[in-house]
C-alpha cells in the first residue's frame, strides 16, 4: 500500500480540482476516504487471510466499495451540489486501490470483488510498498517509501495543483 499521506494527498489534490471551492467537510470526508479501505488491515486479527474477498486489499479496495460509500456519505453530508460531492468521494476512494496497485508489493488489489476475486497491478509499479504498523515505518524502510511517493505522488500532486491554481487565476481575472 502507499502510506496514509500518499493516499491523503492524491484525495486533496482530487478535491481542489474538483472543485476548487470545496468545503472543509468535503475535504475532509475525501481525505479520510482515501484512507478508509486499508481497515481491511484488522481482519488479520481475525484471521482473515489476505486472498480472502475480505482480506487486505479486497472487498474495502474494490469500485462497488467506493461506489457504495460515496453514495451513504453523499447522502448523509451532500450539499446541494451531490453531484460534485459524489463524485469527488468516489474517485477519493477509489484512488486507494489505483495507487496500491502501482506499489512493489503485496499481493494486487480486488478491484472487482465481489464478482471477481482476481488481484490486480498496474505495470508501473515504483512506488514503494509501505509496511504496515508505526514502528517499521519509522525505518530506513519507511524513508524509501517517503521518497518515491514524493516523486511519484506529491510532485504530480503539486504540479496539478500548481496548474489549476493558475488556470482557475487566469479564468477568473479574464471575466471580472
Sequence with gaps: MASIFGHGLVAYTV????????????????????????????????????????????????????????????????????????????????????????TSGGKGVGFFIPFDNTRYFFPFREIKVSPIGVEEFFSEWGIRVILSEIQYIAMPCGIILLIHYFLSKKLTSKYL
Design 15 to 102: 478535491a481542489k480540482v474538483a472543485d476548487s471551492t470545496s468545503s472543509k467537510l468535503l475535504i475532509f470526508l475525501a481525505i479520510g476516504s482515501s484512507m478508509l479501505p486499508d481497515l481491511d488491515v484488522i481482519g488479520f486479527s481475525f484471521g482473515i487471510e489476505y486472498l480472502h474477498p475480505l482480506g487486505h486489499r479486497g472487498f474495502t479496495h474494490s469500485i462497488l466499495f467506493a461506489l457504495l460509500w460515496s453514495a451513504l456519505l453523499t447522502f448523509f453530508f451532500g450539499n446541494s451540489r451531490k453531484l460534485v460531492f459524489a463524485v469527488v468521494l468516489f474517485l477519493s476512494t477509489v484512488s486507494h486501490g489505483i495507487l496500491d496497485a502501482m
